[in-house]
C-alpha cells in the first residue's frame, strides 16, 4: 500500500485512540495517556500504537492496561473510522520522550560543569 496512505491512516488511528482514551473511556488511567504515534502495518492488519504517560506507573503495568482495554478500543476506533477492517492494536511505551530528557539532563550537566571552570 502507498506509504502515505499508510501514515494518513496512522495518523487518524493515533488522532482517534486519544480522543477514546481522554473523552470516552471511564478508567482514570487511561486520561492520563497522551498518544505520540502509530505505524500502521502494509496490509493494515496490525497499528503499533506509542505513548506516554504523565503518572509516574511501571510502564509495563500501563501497556497491560491498554492491551486487556483494546478490544473495546478497537470498537470504538471501527465506528470511527472507514477502513474495511480494524487492525490490531498494539501499544508500546514511547521512550524517546524518556531518552531526549535524559540527553537534555546531560548537557545541563555538561553546561554547568564549563561554567564552573
Given at each position: 500500500?502507498?506509504?502515505?496512505?499508510?501514515k494518513?491512516?496512522g495518523?487518524?488511528?493515533?488522532?482517534?485512540?486519544?480522543?477514546?482514551l481522554n473523552n470516552?473511556?471511564?478508567d482514570?488511567l487511561m486520561?492520563?495517556i497522551?498518544?505520540t504515534?502509530c505505524?500502521?502495518?502494509?496490509?493494515?492488519?496490525?497499528?503499533?500504537?506509542y505513548?506516554?504517560?504523565?503518572l509516574?506507573?511501571?510502564?509495563?503495568?500501563i501497556?497491560?492496561?491498554l492491551?486487556?482495554?483494546?478490544?473495546y478500543i478497537?470498537h470504538?476506533?471501527?465506528?470511527?473510522?472507514d477502513?474495511?477492517?480494524?487492525?490490531k492494536l498494539?501499544?508500546?511505551f514511547d521512550e524517546?520522550?524518556?531518552?531526549?530528557?535524559?540527553?537534555?539532563?546531560?548537557?545541563?550537566?555538561?553546561?554547568g560543569?564549563k561554567?564552573?571552570?
Open positions: 500500500m502507498n506509504q502515505i496512505k499508510l494518513r491512516i495518523s487518524q488511528i493515533a488522532k482517534e485512540v486519544s480522543d477514546i470516552v473511556a471511564r482514570r486520561h492520563t497522551t498518544i504515534g505505524d500502521v502495518s502494509s496490509d493494515l492488519s496490525y497499528a503499533k500504537i505513548f506516554t504517560c504523565v509516574d506507573i511501571d510502564k509495563k503495568e501497556e497491560k492496561e492491551e486487556e482495554a483494546s478490544g478497537r470504538e476506533l471501527s465506528e470511527r473510522i477502513i474495511r477492517h480494524t487492525p498494539v501499544f508500546k524517546s520522550i524518556e531518552y531526549g530528557n535524559h540527553i537534555e539532563d546531560i548537557l545541563e550537566e555538561i553546561h560543569e561554567n564552573n571552570e
